[in-house]
């Protein structure tokens, strides 16, 4: 299981991120942090920002408005669950 960072978007520091997995065909949450991206399904009351990945060609994309490492990166299976996806940059394929 894995992700993609792509460059997009009309800023330059804009992020394309697509994936198979079906954890990205609702509304998620996402958290940068220095060496990682955390995904989340947000919980009834969240109100911040939520993304909503469109299904294209049988990939879920969107965009993030963050400066990130372009590439493939396996998804951490000890730290990820039904709720929450993590990715480490380290872990690039």
């Not at 804009?14 to 996402?30: D, G, K, V, Y």
């Amino acid at each position: 299981m894995h992700i993609d960072i792509k460059k997009g978007g009309t800023y330059i520091y804009s992020r394309n991120i697509c994936s198979a997995l079906p954890f990205f065909s609702e509304s998620i949450i996402c958290v940068s942090l220095h060496d990682r991206l955390v995904f989340a399904k947000p919980t009834l009351d969240y109100s911040g920002k939520q993304y909503k990945p469109s299904l294209i060609k049988q990939e879920y994309k969107f965009t993030l408005p963050f400066e990130l490492p372009i590439g493939k990166f396996k998804i951490d299976e000890e730290e990820s669950n039904e709720d929450c996806i993590v990715v480490y940059f380290k872990d690039k394929i």
